[in-house]
């Protein structure tokens, strides 16, 4: 079962930051938090993952609370390419063969013009 | 980032008939690979766990017999779907563990007429 929460939809101004939040209260000291999101009718893209430290690339930067029980992805200047379900995993990474992503409904963002 | 081929992307099979379908991890090997499925409007659901070199693991309820799953190289695994019924038609995604992060492929619609 997937172990994360998130809230099923947000909107936000094209330019603005988008800010998404998830709630992991129950991972474990090994599990990464992973973000994914899916456009319609695609496969999901890989947007970034992180274990306890702040990690930020090119798409998008991963805030995660030091208890780890909650985490925040911000893409900092939507876009209205950015319209799309925005999924929150945990996983251990690394254990090649063993780990499996399970989905939740994640989020729904609209970005508006 | 890392890319996961699907072949083919779209495909459209009479009733009772089988359709194969195929994953291929383009620029890393993979030992492990997932496959989904995906209903109009619902989050993804996983099928079963593709091991290189072994049998598959499915998810409760997923009948093996009907789902076969076959890891033959570190860089493709296919699903083929047998006898298929137009219950089974639907968005069909793999995914490929580079070992750090899955990667998905672009899915495949399936329709059975």
């Known amino acids: 079962d997937a172990k994360t929460t998130q809230p099923p939809s947000m909107d936000c101004a094209e330019g603005r930051a988008a800010n998404l939040p998830c709630n992991h209260s129950?991972?474990?000291?090994?599990?990464?938090v992973y973000w994914y999101r899916q456009i319609h009718s695609q496969g999901p893209q890989y947007i970034i993952h992180?274990?306890?430290n702040n990690e930020t690339n090119e798409m998008a930067s991963l805030i995660i609370t030091e208890d780890r029980k909650s985490s925040t992805l911000i893409l900092p200047h939507a876009t209205l390419r950015d319209t799309a379900v925005y999924y929150c995993?945990?996983?251990?990474?690394?254990?090649?063969?063993?780990?499996?992503?399970?989905f939740g409904q994640g989020t729904r963002l609209t970005i508006n013009p | 980032g890392a890319v996961v081929s699907q072949h083919p992307s779209r495909v459209i099979c009479k009733s009772g008939t089988s359709v194969k379908i195929e994953c291929r991890s383009l620029?890393?090997?993979?030992?492990?690979m997932f496959w989904y499925r995906q209903f109009p409007k619902q989050s993804l659901m996983l099928m079963a766990t593709?091991?290189?070199?072994?049998?598959?693991?499915?998810e409760q309820g997923v009948e093996k017999d009907k789902f076969l799953i076959n890891h033959a190289s570190l860089t493709l695994s296919t699903l083929t779907v047998t006898s298929a019924h137009p219950e089974d038609s639907s968005f069909y995604i793999c995914?490929?563990?580079?070992?750090?992060?899955?990667?998905f492929g672009e899915g495949s619609w399936l329709t059975v007429v």
């Open positions: 995914s490929a563990d580079s070992g750090n992060t899955i990667y």
């Open positions: 593709s091991n290189e070199g072994s049998k598959a693991t499915y």
């Open positions: 995993i945990v996983r251990v990474s690394g254990s090649r063969g063993a780990q499996k992503l399970v």
């Open positions: 620029d890393f090997q993979a030992t492990t």
């Open positions: 992180g274990l306890k």
């Open positions: 129950t991972i474990s000291g090994n599990e990464y």
